[in-house]
């Protein structure tokens, strides 16, 4: 069953979650800061590493602007580390658990088709969440390669 993403405005939905390094990341404790929060479909693939790595480019002029860079998908936490420090990326990614609950909250695990296959997945798409817990804007479908500029241009212009 496929989630309805938030809507802009709408309290984001809270989540607790595990980093590459076991560190349980808590959206509530986040408040306070600008969170992009990021569902791609799998380390190390062609797009995810455009998309992560624009993210990486852009980390410090995100946090500058008071933001924090959480990245998700259905890896596990070796897969996120290995990813990570592949392509040294400083920002967290979090595991999603098995039944994708993280994904499901916000929409992001629904029907895809690839070379006439229906299967589900994580769908590419992000929510920039505000220091009041608010969804503030979403993109809930990205181009990967310059989507970490793309989230920095709208903070910088909105915030």
Known sequence: MTATM???????????????HGATVRLRDLRGKWVALYFYPKDDTPGCTKEACDFRDNHAALQAAGAVVLGVSGDNKAAHGRFAAKYELP??????DADHSLARSYGAWGPKSMYGRTYEG????????????????????????????????WLTEHR
Do not use: C, N, Y
């Open 122 to 153: 994580i769908i590419r798409s992000t929510f920039l969440i505000g220091p009041d817990g608010r969804v503030a804007h979403s993109w809930p479908k990205v181009s990967p390669a310059k989507h970490g500029q793309e989230v920095l241009q």
């Open 6 to 20: 938030p809507v802009e405005g709408g309290e984001a939905p809270d989540f607790e979650a595990s980093d590459q």
């Open 91 to 96: 920002f967290q990614l979090l595991v999603d």
